[in-house]
């Protein structure tokens, strides 16, 4: 889908919020998803509530740990919920804010202790 139609789709009040967590961070954002189509959400394997169906979520690219802290920590004083990906960070505003992970959809971590 064209990038301006699904910016067209997105929740106004959250785009806002979106760009003011950007202004934090102090670097650009690489959004990987964003509004998404019931049959997107299925073929992804979304939520059946996920808030990328509302344009109020979207996956932020991060493959540098400085950076995921960067965003986790203004995302989370904003009061914005976050989930953390193996290389991306969910970002949303549902009304009670989380912090979750993904990493039961990845392969297991191992620590170098085993």
Not at 46 to 60: E, P, T, Y
Request: glycine share 6%.
């Amino acid at each position: 889908m064209d990038g301006q139609v699904v910016f067209a789709k997105m929740d106004a009040n959250f785009l806002f919020k979106l760009d003011t967590l950007r202004a934090m961070c102090g670097f650009p954002f690489q959004i990987t998803s964003s509004w998404r189509s019931p049959e997107k959400n299925k073929a992804v394997g979304g939520a059946v509530n996920s808030m990328h169906l509302q344009g109020r979520a979207v996956d932020i690219f991060c493959d540098s740990n400085v950076r995921r802290f960067t965003i986790i920590r203004a995302a989370t004083q904003m009061g914005l919920t976050v989930g953390i990906m193996p290389n991306a960070i969910h970002i949303d505003d549902r009304t009670t804010p989380i912090v979750f992970h993904y990493y039961s959809r990845f392969r297991p971590i191992r620590s170098n202790e085993e």
